[in-house]
C-alpha cells in the first residue's frame, strides 16, 4: 500500500510540475519581421518558471546572411527538472518555386486584383514592380489618349511610363530619337488627401503596389514634341507578370508534444494548428490559414532523421521545410559547441534522439539555473536561388520540462518514454543518463 501511494504522489507531482513553453522566429527577407513567442502552460497548474531565453538580434535575410539567435532554457522555479526542446516548421513559398509567367490580362488571374491581407495561398500573385523607384529615376506617365494597344477597360490602371526625347545635332541639324519606356500595373493606390497624383511631385507613391508588364512599343507619332511623353505610341503584346497558383505551405513538426496545444487539444503539436497572437504578432497555423483542404493534412511527426539535420557537435545543419518543399537545404541552424550525440552522453549537454525528435539537455537543470545554449544563429546559405523568391520560414522552438524524477520520464503523467515499454535503443541511453544526474 505504502508503494502504491509513493507511486501516486510520485505521478500527481509529474503530472502538476509538467511545463511547456515554446518560442518561434519568422525569418522573411521580404518583411524581415520576427515573431517570438514564449509559452509556459502545465497540465494541472499556471506556471511560467521554466522558459526558453532567446537572445534574438533580427538582420536583413538575405541569400548569405545570418543572425544571432541563442536559444537556451532557465529555470527560476524551485523544484529541479530535465528539460527538452523540439522544432515545428512553417515555410510558405512559391508553389511553381520562383518561376515567373507573363500572359494577356484575358487570361483568368493575369492581372492581379488586390486583396487586403492577401495569404496568396492556390492563386496567381503578381510579380511586383518598383514602381515608386520608376518615378524618382524620371520616367513620366503618358496620357492614355496617347497609347494604341490598350484594351481598355480590361487594362485600366496600366501604366505606360517613358523618359527621353528628341535632340538635334547642333551642328548637322539632324534629328536623333532616344528614349526608355517601362510598363506597370497599379493594382492598388493609397489615398493622398493633398489631391496630389502619381508622378506629381511630393506624391508618396512608395505605398502603391505595382504588378511587372511587358510589351512591344513603337513611336506613331512625334507630334512635333520634343520631349517623349508628349508623343503618341503604339503599343502589341501587352501582358502582365505573376507567379502562377500563388504560394503554398510546407510544415514540419519534427517532434510529439506530450502536452496540449496552444487550443488546450491533445494534437501532438504545440502551435501548428492554432491560431493567436504573440508579441502584436498575428498567427495563422489553423488548416485553413496554411491552405490545407482539411485538419488531417497537417503534418505528422517526422524526427530528423538524416546526417545533414541532426546535430552531434558545433556547427551548421539544415532544417526539414525547404528540403520537403524545395528540395534544397540553404535555410540552416547554427548549433553551439555545447552539443553532443548519444556515443557521448556528458554533463551539461545537448543531445537529439532520432528516435523522437527531441534534444535532451543531458542533466537536470536546478532552481535557478539556465542550461547550455542549443542554437546560436540562424543561416540563409549563400546557395539559395529562385525557389526562395519572396519565401518567409517560422522556426517554433518548442520547450517541455517535467520534474526531475526518475518515474517521471516513463510515466503517462510525464514524457512516458518507451510508449509504456522498457526504453531502447538511443532513448534508453537517454534515459540511463538523466536518472543518473538526479
Known amino acids: 500500500m505504502k508503494k502504491n501511494n509513493k507511486k501516486k504522489k510520485l505521478m500527481a507531482a509529474a503530472a502538476a510540475l509538467a511545463l511547456i513553453a515554446a518560442i518561434s522566429g519568422t525569418f522573411a527577407w521580404i518583411t524581415a519581421q520576427d515573431q517570438r513567442i514564449n509559452r509556459a502552460e502545465s497540465a494541472a497548474v499556471s506556471d511560467n518558471s521554466v522558459t526558453v531565453k532567446e537572445t534574438w538580434e533580427p538582420k536583413p535575410l538575405v541569400p548569405g546572411t545570418e543572425a544571432t539567435k541563442e536559444v537556451a532554457v532557465s529555470n527560476t522555479g524551485t523544484a529541479s527538472v530535465f528539460v527538452r526542446v523540439s522544432y515545428e516548421e512553417v515555410l510558405k513559398h512559391l508553389d511553381k518555386?520562383?518561376?515567373?509567367?507573363?500572359d494577356a490580362s484575358s487570361v483568368t488571374g493575369a492581372k492581379y486584383t488586390y486583396v487586403a491581407n492577401d495569404s496568396g495561398l492556390n492563386k496567381h500573385m503578381p510579380i511586383n514592380f518598383n514602381g515608386d523607384q520608376t518615378y524618382k529615376d524620371g520616367f513620366v506617365q503618358v496620357p492614355a489618349a496617347q497609347i494604341t494597344g490598350l484594351a481598355t477597360p480590361a487594362d485600366d490602371n496600366a501604366k505606360l511610363l517613358v523618359k527621353g526625347g528628341k535632340t538635334k545635332d547642333p551642328v548637322t541639324g539632324v534629328e536623333k530619337i532616344s528614349y526608355e519606356a517601362k510598363m506597370m500595373h497599379e493594382y492598388f493606390t493609397h489615398a493622398d488627401n493633398t489631391g496630389k497624383k502619381p508622378g506629381d511631385t511630393g506624391y508618396d507613391a512608395s505605398k502603391n503596389k505595382y504588378q511587372s508588364m511587358t510589351f512591344n512599343i513603337s513611336v506613331a507619332n512625334e507630334n512635333s514634341k520634343l520631349d517623349a511623353k508628349d508623343w503618341n505610341f503604339a503599343l502589341t503584346s501587352v501582358k502582365y507578370g505573376y507567379y502562377e497558383n500563388g504560394y503554398k505551405n510546407t510544415t514540419v513538426n519534427w517532434a510529439k508534444s506530450s502536452l496540449p496545444d496552444e487550443d488546450g487539444a491533445a494534437t501532438g503539436r504545440a502551435l501548428i494548428g492554432t491560431d493567436g497572437v504573440r508579441y502584436s504578432v498575428d498567427y495563422d497555423y489553423t488548416f485553413g490559414g496554411l491552405g490545407y483542404a482539411a485538419a488531417t493534412d497537417l503534418p505528422a511527426v517526422t524526427p530528423a532523421t538524416v546526417a545533414d539535420q541532426i546535430p552531434t557537435a558545433a556547427g551548421n545543419k539544415g532544417v526539414q521545410?525547404?528540403?520537403?518543399g524545395l528540395t534544397k537545404s540553404s535555410i540552416r541552424i547554427g548549433y553551439s559547441a555545447d552539443v553532443t550525440d548519444t556515443t557521448l552522453l556528458v554533463n551539461e549537454k545537448w543531445v537529439y534522439?532520432?528516435?523522437?525528435?527531441?534534444?535532451?539537455?543531458?542533466?537536470?537543470?536546478?532552481?535557478?539555473?539556465?542550461?547550455?545554449?542549443?542554437?546560436?544563429?540562424?543561416?540563409?546559405?549563400?546557395?539559395?536561388s529562385t525557389e526562395y523568391t519572396n519565401a518567409s520560414y517560422d522556426l517554433v522552438v518548442k520547450m517541455e520540462a517535467v520534474q526531475a524524477n526518475a518515474d517521471a520520464l516513463t510515466d503517462t503523467a510525464g514524457w512516458h518514454l518507451g510508449g509504456g515499454t522498457t526504453p531502447t535503443g538511443d532513448t534508453l541511453a537517454i534515459v540511463t543518463k538523466l536518472k543518473a544526474g538526479i
Open 97 to 102: 518555386l520562383g518561376a515567373e509567367k507573363y
Open 321 to 324: 521545410a525547404d528540403t520537403n
Open 353 to 384: 534522439n532520432k528516435e523522437d525528435g527531441w534534444f535532451y539537455y543531458t542533466v537536470p537543470v536546478k532552481s535557478g539555473e539556465t542550461t547550455k545554449n542549443l542554437l546560436e544563429k540562424l543561416i540563409f546559405d549563400s546557395s539559395m
